[in-house]
């Protein structure tokens, strides 16, 4: 029997398992929502913007590691989803993206709400495809799904003309994919792996270097193995926080721009590197020629174009972490031994001196409210027990700095973009997965008005997220640089004292808003928005002038690092870097 | 240093733009790009010229590779190949060059492939040296018109000693 091509894309979306998904209707993909009206077993969230919309599939499949869904119809809808693509395209997300598109043969006419979103697009997709059979629409979707989530993961989006959703087809949903153009490797070579555990075993001064790579191939067991079996410390890239447990003695937490001490140190001094799944971003590296300048470099990933990119590397493994490192602790144990004990000892006391010389740490006897004690309150709090989504700024660095993320898929940021707005949308899918969770959007006040609307999708949905703005009326973090490197001179990043009242806004919302102004606050409003089952919105006055440290400057090598304790030093310092 | 790559991709619509696009996108210059089917109509060859440090061209291929459409990139430089490119030059040459450019044409095996009163269309196929040896031979004639396709290669074959 022949059916719709809006009837195909909803079998297929059942066959590929899909429970959930985002989007926004239009006059295009109308054919496909009549169809969903009475659809049970697959649930559209209607959010209240396209970008919130990618971004909320995006939280989705971080949280879950499985694809997120979207659907949106033509022009307009389909431009409005750049950003959501893009943001999740830096952070390898898989997502499958459907816009409608005007009928085929209106297609090149600039047609009403024409976009050419597959040219819009192929730079910021792992892959994309226009439909233009209704023949082909099954097997596209099919493939879609595969290569999202194949090999290195990533956005994939199908261009689906109006008429595509009407004409019918014989419904067939392939078994399974083969692509002679695309084929992953997932195993990594078996020599190389071997000289990787020599090469671990002689280090005097190994640091693992873990990133997101550990959290998408669901690798976190398999890591701890390895670092507690060879005992080297780990340190983590933003993207791989959680990858390890930020609790482990052997974690230095996050290294980069504003990474720890410890960490950034550690590499500096670090005799090898074992980097798994990290592409050495600027922000991780600093400048580049002074990063790791004696150690030598084992590179685990499975994408070959980030391997020898920024840095040169004398053991490359191309594979999926999970795999590779699955066989290197085999080898390691069967095959070199712990013949390094004694080696580390030196090591680990020299790592625990740069711990104790510079703690993580802020003005903790002030009055303000500081927004570092807000997210060590919540990680208090809850134990650690949260999801946790950021928005970007100073907000998403003291949330990577102050919270202790033991499990993956528990930190969701947007790293390679760095995309304001992403937070509360990104919390929404989170907790559709995750009902029972709590779900923490730490937000900054500027990039919470990005995508603020979605306030709405939470409260319709029965969603409670929760929302903890570090209020610094300020763009904080461009504010950070002026003063530190623009003498000052706050162009255009002051926000406002009272506009938007937070809290009268998510009332208005029909949600719930809570206010702390003074330190012993904090608490209490934390404790009442935990206990709500409805979204929450918690607007945090903090210290404006906060800023977040250590800070190595753009450009310096990450052990020229600003401290918080020397304020007065820092300007002194900041004049030598120049 | 000059490479010329062999990728052979899916022809299918869009590829050329994600190939271009890959390359502007990172900033790698093509200096010259050919594009036809295969004798296998579902698959097209690329030759694509372009320059560049080892390691710059190690990320092209590599990024050529990545392309879900790319099914296979070789870097024909590292390899025996054959390489051609052909030229069509129009010259309008006085009455006393006539001579010259016929023979010059006959010289570097190029065809004439059409005249008129005042002007002889030739035909050249060859490797980029010949070809602008007799550009620059033809110059001082009168080039009126002058294309140029872009490179192609093919590998050459072992021969085994009987
Ligand atoms: C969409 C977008 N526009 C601009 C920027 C540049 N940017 C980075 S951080 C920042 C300030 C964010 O302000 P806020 O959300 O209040 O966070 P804070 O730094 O104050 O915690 C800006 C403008 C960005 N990252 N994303
Ligand atoms: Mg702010």
Redesign the interface.
Known sequence: MKISGAEIFIESLKKEGVQHMFGYPGGVVLNIFDKLHDEKGLELILTRHEQGAVHAADGYARATGKPGVVLVTSGPGATNTVTGIATAYMDSIPMVIFTGQVPTLLIGNDAFQEADI??IT??CT??NF?VKNVEDLAGVIKEAFY?AMAGRPGPVLIDLPKDVTTHKAEFVYPEDVK????NPTYDGNKYMIKQAAQMVARAKKPVIVAGGGVILSGASKELKEFAEYADVPVTMTMMGLGGFPGSHKLSLGMLGMHGTYYANKSIQEADLLIAIGMRFDDRVTGKIDAFAPHAKIIHIDI???SI??NVRVDTPIVGDVKNVLTVLNKVMKEEVKDQWVEVRKAWTKQLDAWRRERPMTYDRESDMIKPQYVVEKIYELTKGDAIITTEVGQNQMWAAQFFKYDKPRTWLSSGGLGTMGYGLPAAIGAQLAFPNKLVIDIAGDGSIQMNIQELATAVINKLPVKVAILNNRFLGMVRQWQELFFEERYSHTKLDDVVPDFVKLAEAYNAVGLRATKKSEVEAVLKEAFSIKRPVFMDFVTDWQEKVYPMVPAGAAIDNMLFYEEKKKVEKKLKAVK | MRHTISVL??NK??VL??IS?LFS?RGYNIESLSVNETIDPQISIMTIVTSGDD?IV??IT??L??L????KVVDMTELDHVEREMVLIKVSPRQEDKAEVLRLAEIFRGRVVDSSQKTYTIEITGEEKKIEAIVELLKPMGIKEFVRTGKIAIAREGIKKA
């Open positions: 597959v040219g192929r730079p792992k892959h226009l290569i692509l002679r153009s695309y994408d070959p174009t020898r990119k | 991709v899916e619509f869009g733009s994600r696009g996108g390691w190690e990320q590599k990024q590779n990545k879900i459409d790319v099914i």
